[in-house]
């Protein structure tokens, strides 16, 4: 009785432990099904319904620190590995491939020589190793040493075609990210892209994103992908053939092995299918988010003085740090997405897939009747285990071999729909620039509406809803500018003025005068080309005979000379026949002598843009147009910083060079340069009209007076109100407003 007791305690303490054990795997079991089931479930709805429901639920609501920038893309489909994607593949297949007989083309085919040659090798090496084994079970050490001093020496050559693999998907990817880079910079650059891209259209948020990033890890994807599958699909068809060949050739019938390793693969194929996320939108969206970030940074580091006057460091951290932890979720996402994926992946392709290679290599030996027994000797019987453990070695690292190549193509299947991201990312880019520089232009940045209302046009006369149609024409003269029924139209449809109608014939000045977003700076996009003529005709000189500087010129990277002569290169400056020594008289003419000695000398590099004062950039720019002598300078508050003495000498001297001036100023001082005046009255009128500089200065003094003189009558009546109450007394005014 008192064993039977201590047997039931002891099975009652291993149920115990065991139970505890049991609950903690349920456990896990039961974690592992909450997260997953509700994952396949959807997986598979979207797959049997057409890809409906909501989606993953990724990037920030509308209202996000992206919502206005964002706005070009949530009306696109996300992307996928489907037949947009194959043809957006094909478009860019023309840029990588340019022509029949290339660089790019014959590095492809001695990748495609070097991959082959792994995979003769791979097999090679196999066999190689059977044998090794064979001479071991045998007992053969002189077979055995020579065979592994030949395992060795067959080791050198696959070692270099291994690094010779990489060293050509390198040169491969950067070979393609070359030609994607050229074209973009050629089609950036042409016609004034890419003024139009960012100022015109709205689709693409932040184009420095798209040139830089998008375009290198599309072509590290597509030169990888096409590694990680032309290998793998190498092995696996010849790895397939060789094993085929040796089980019939030992009288094994290799059907059973193959449908089976085909009903695992398909199997696996259809679960990581189903429970694949969209990592194409997971990627895209990532990349959006760092291309959103950094241009985050470019503001901080282009208006940092300012920010620094109001003291606004707080908030632009908080925006840094809203754009920040935007990408670190989505990151997040990623990677949490990723963890569940590849523990499926891993567990298929690593477990299950080995239980079945281990019943695909021994069926074939067990079965086999080359491998039997039989009524054998013993001698011939350890000769035939010996034969065995040959083939059961070369099979299994075959088979090892042609697992890991299905399941490197099984594993692309991410990397395809990553490489779907970036493909929509880069063709979308191209797509832009082709349009844009075909006139065709798309604002869904509604948002920024106001801003640019501010900016390129202000108070407009009505507002056109809807693409814009250009129908106006642009005829290129010799002489003189004529604007004929020409409307000032914003890049969102804001009519600042319905039609403009003015000549300015070569030796005229005109001065442009109006209040604060009239269209004075519209007019001069207008007529630099850079907003197009949507009615109307616009005869004006070629491009090279107007020169626009701006209120704020800009500063190039380069020598104090490059400044001076910009956009200019020596070289162009030579064939127009200017050396140091004209360049020093340009100075002298606007006053800014001094900074060759004081910088170093014309072959000074610096930052110009810090080292510059505010007057000193202006004068650069009026250097500038005397250096280019264009028949027509557009000058648009271009000296507001230059003192009055020194600014009035500068207009001289260009009205002595023989320069017509198109300027936009309020300094009454420099009218007296200028011949006409074309006056905005900021509600959509205008008049253009002869300049009569005297009365126009009698006039302005007229209403200076007027306004210092009216200035002070609130003041005086308040003060007369004051004395009313002090001394009990009506004013005679008051007395007179009565009666009145």
Request: net charge positive; with cysteine; hydrophobic share 40%.
């Given at each position: 009785?008192?064993?039977?007791?201590?047997?039931?305690?002891?099975?009652?303490?291993?149920?115990?432990?065991?139970?505890?054990?049991?609950?903690?795997?349920?456990?896990?079991?039961?974690?592992?099904?909450?997260?997953?089931?509700?994952?396949?479930?959807?997986?598979?709805?979207?797959?049997?319904?057409?890809?409906?429901?909501?989606?993953?639920?990724?990037?920030?609501?509308?209202?996000?620190?992206?919502?206005?920038?964002?706005?070009?893309?949530?009306?696109?489909?996300?992307?996928?590995?489907?037949?947009?994607?194959?043809?957006?593949?094909?478009?860019?297949?023309?840029?990588?491939?340019?022509?029949?007989?290339?660089?790019?083309?014959?590095?492809?085919?001695?990748?495609?020589?070097?991959?082959?040659?792994?995979?003769?090798?791979?097999?090679?090496?196999?066999?190689?190793?059977?044998?090794?084994?064979?001479?071991?079970?045998?007992?053969?050490?002189?077979?055995?040493?020579?065979?592994?001093?030949?395992?060795?020496?067959?080791?050198?050559?696959?070692?270099?075609?291994?690094?010779?693999?990489?060293?050509?998907?390198c040169?491969?990817?950067?070979?393609?990210?070359?030609?994607?880079?050229?074209?973009?910079?050629?089609?950036?650059?042409?016609?004034?892209?890419?003024?139009?891209v960012?100022?015109?259209?709205?689709?693409?948020?932040?184009?420095?994103?798209?040139?830089?990033?998008?375009?290198?890890?599309?072509?590290?994807?597509?030169?990888?992908?096409?590694?990680?599958?032309?290998?793998?699909?190498?092995?696996?068809?010849l790895?397939?053939?060789?094993?085929?060949?040796?089980?019939?050739?030992?009288?094994?019938?290799?059907?059973?092995?193959?449908?089976?390793?085909?009903?695992?693969v398909?199997?696996?194929?259809?679960?990581?299918?189903?429970?694949?996320?969209?990592?194409g939108?997971?990627?895209?969206e990532?990349?959006?988010?760092?291309g959103?970030?950094?241009?985050?940074?470019?503001?901080?580091?282009?208006?940092?003085?300012?920010?620094?006057?109001?003291?606004?460091?707080?908030?632009?951290?908080?925006?840094?740090?809203?754009?920040?932890?935007?990408?670190?979720?989505?990151?997040?996402?990623?990677?949490?997405?990723?963890?569940?994926?590849?523990?499926?992946?891993?567990?298929?392709?690593?477990?299950?897939?080995?239980?079945?290679?281990?019943?695909m290599?021994?069926?074939?030996?067990?079965?086999?009747?080359?491998?039997?027994?039989?009524?054998?000797?013993?001698?011939?019987?350890?000769?035939?285990?010996?034969?065995?453990?040959?083939?059961?070695?070369?099979?299994?690292?075959?088979?090892?071999?042609?697992?890991?190549?299905?399941e490197?193509?099984?594993?692309?299947?991410?990397?395809?729909?990553?490489?779907?991201?970036y493909?929509?990312?880069v063709?979308?880019?191209?797509s832009?620039?082709?349009?844009?520089?075909?006139?065709?232009?798309?604002?869904?940045?509604?948002?920024?509406?106001?801003?640019?209302?501010?900016?390129?046009?202000?108070?407009?006369?009505?507002?056109?809803?809807?693409?814009?149609?250009?129908?106006?024409?642009?005829?290129?003269?010799?002489?003189?500018?004529?604007?004929?029924?020409?409307?000032?139209?914003?890049?969102?449809?804001?009519?600042?003025?319905?039609?403009?109608?003015?000549?300015?014939?070569?030796?005229?000045?005109?001065?442009?005068?109006?209040?604060?977003?009239?269209?004075?700076?519209?007019?001069?996009?207008?007529?630099?080309?850079?907003?197009?003529?949507?009615?109307?005709?616009?005869?004006?000189?070629?491009?090279?005979?107007?020169f626009?500087?701006?209120?704020?010129?800009?500063?190039?990277?380069?020598?104090?000379?490059?400044?001076?002569?910009?956009?200019d290169s020596?070289?162009?400056?030579?064939?127009?026949?200017?050396?140091?020594?004209?360049?020093?008289?340009?100075?002298?003419?606007?006053?800014?002598?001094?900074?060759?000695?004081?910088?170093?000398g014309?072959?000074?590099?610096?930052?110009?843009?810090?080292?510059?004062?505010?007057?000193?950039?202006?004068?650069?720019?009026?250097?500038r147009?005397?250096?280019?002598?264009?028949?027509?300078?557009l000058?648009?508050?271009?000296?507001?910083?230059?003192?009055?003495?020194?600014?009035?000498?500068?207009?001289?001297?260009?009205?002595?060079?023989?320069?017509?001036?198109?300027?936009?100023?309020?300094?009454?001082?420099?009218?007296?340069?200028?011949?006409?005046?074309?006056?905005?009255?900021?509600?959509?009128?205008?008049?253009?009209?002869?300049?009569?500089?005297?009365?126009?200065?009698?006039?302005?003094?007229?209403?200076?007076?007027?306004?210092?003189?009216?200035?002070?009558?609130?003041?005086?009546?308040?003060?007369?109100?004051?004395l009313?109450?002090?001394l009990?007394?009506?004013?005679?005014?008051?007395?007179?407003?009565?009666?009145?």
């Amino acid at each position: 009785m008192t064993h039977m007791l201590h047997a039931a305690a002891r099975r009652a303490q291993w149920s115990r432990a065991g139970a505890a054990q049991r609950a903690a795997c349920l456990l896990a079991a039961a974690y592992g099904l909450k997260i997953l089931c509700p994952i396949i479930r959807r997986r598979l709805k979207r797959a049997g319904g057409g890809g409906g429901g909501s989606q993953d639920g990724v990037g920030p609501a509308d209202g996000g620190p992206e919502g206005p920038r964002r706005a070009g893309n949530r009306g696109r489909a996300s992307p996928a590995v489907d037949a947009e994607f194959f043809k957006q593949l094909l478009e860019l297949r023309k840029l990588f491939f340019p022509k029949l007989v290339s660089a790019e083309l014959g590095l492809l085919c001695l990748h495609s020589v070097a991959l082959v040659s792994r995979t003769f090798l791979s097999i090679y090496v196999a066999a190689l190793d059977g044998k090794i084994v064979k001479s071991i079970v045998e007992k053969k050490p002189r077979s055995f040493v020579f065979k592994l001093i030949k395992w060795l020496m067959i080791a050198i050559p696959a070692t270099f075609v291994n690094s010779t693999i990489r060293y050509l998907e390198c040169k491969l990817a950067l070979a393609f990210r070359t030609r994607l880079v050229d074209h973009a910079y050629e089609t950036y650059f042409a016609d004034q892209t890419y003024y139009r891209v960012i100022s015109m259209d709205g689709r693409l948020a932040n184009p420095d994103q798209s040139l830089t990033e998008d375009i290198m890890m599309f072509s590290q994807s597509v030169a990888h992908l096409y590694s990680n599958l032309t290998k793998p699909i190498l092995d696996v068809m010849l790895t397939s053939y060789t094993l085929i060949r040796t089980a019939r050739s030992r009288g094994a019938n290799p059907i059973g092995p193959t449908v089976l390793a085909g009903l695992v693969v398909y199997a696996t194929a259809r679960v990581l299918k189903a429970c694949s996320p969209k990592f194409g939108k997971l990627v895209a969206e990532e990349a959006h988010k760092k291309g959103y970030l950094r241009f985050m940074h470019s503001r901080i580091i282009a208006n940092v003085e300012e920010i620094a006057f109001y003291r606004g460091h707080k908030v632009e951290m908080k925006q840094l740090q809203k754009s920040y932890k935007a990408l670190a979720d989505q990151m997040n996402l990623i990677l949490s997405k990723r963890l569940w994926y590849i523990m499926i992946e891993q567990f298929l392709m690593k477990y299950v897939w080995s239980s079945c290679g281990m019943i695909m290599v021994a069926v074939p030996i067990i079965t086999a009747t080359g491998f039997a027994d039989g009524e054998l000797e013993d001698g011939q019987k350890q000769a035939m285990v010996s034969e065995r453990t040959e083939a059961f070695t070369t099979s299994r690292n075959l088979l090892i071999s042609g697992a890991d190549a299905i399941e490197r193509i099984m594993s692309s299947y991410k990397e395809v729909t990553e490489l779907a991201g970036y493909t929509a990312r880069v063709y979308n880019m191209f797509s832009v620039f082709d349009e844009v520089k075909r006139g065709i232009y798309k604002r869904t940045a509604v948002a920024q509406g106001s801003e640019n209302n501010s900016k390129n046009g202000g108070k407009a006369e009505f507002h056109i809803s809807g693409p814009l149609e250009i129908k106006g024409k642009v005829i290129d003269v010799d002489n003189g500018i004529i604007c004929e029924n020409v409307p000032i139209i914003t890049p969102n449809g804001d009519v600042v003025v319905s039609r403009l109608n003015f000549q300015v014939q070569e030796g005229m000045n005109l001065l442009i005068t109006g209040p604060n977003g009239c269209g004075k700076s519209s007019l001069f996009r207008i007529l630099s080309g850079l907003w197009p003529v949507y009615e109307g005709v616009l005869y004006k000189p070629p491009p090279q005979h107007m020169f626009y500087i701006p209120q704020r010129p800009y500063m190039s990277i380069g020598t104090l000379r490059d400044q001076v002569i910009y956009p200019d290169s020596v070289d162009d400056m030579h064939e127009k026949g200017y050396q140091d020594q004209d360049l020093e008289c340009i100075l002298h003419t606007v006053h800014l002598y001094h900074i060759v000695q004081r910088e170093g000398g014309w072959d000074a590099v610096m930052d110009w843009k810090d080292v510059l004062s505010g007057g000193e950039k202006q004068r650069m720019g009026m250097a500038r147009m005397f250096y280019h002598k264009p028949k027509y300078a557009l000058l648009d508050e271009c000296t507001s910083a230059v003192s009055i003495d020194v600014e009035g000498k500068i207009f001289q001297a260009a009205k002595a060079a023989g320069i017509s001036l198109l300027s936009i100023t309020h300094r009454p001082s420099l009218w007296k340069y200028h011949t006409h005046l074309l006056q905005f009255d900021g509600q959509g009128g205008w008049r253009f009209e002869q300049l009569d500089t005297a009365i126009r200065l009698s006039l302005s003094e007229e209403k200076q007076r007027l306004e210092s003189q009216l200035a002070g009558i609130p003041k005086m009546q308040q003060r007369l109100n004051e004395l009313c109450k002090i001394l009990g007394e009506d004013s005679v005014l008051k007395t007179m407003d009565k009666e009145e």
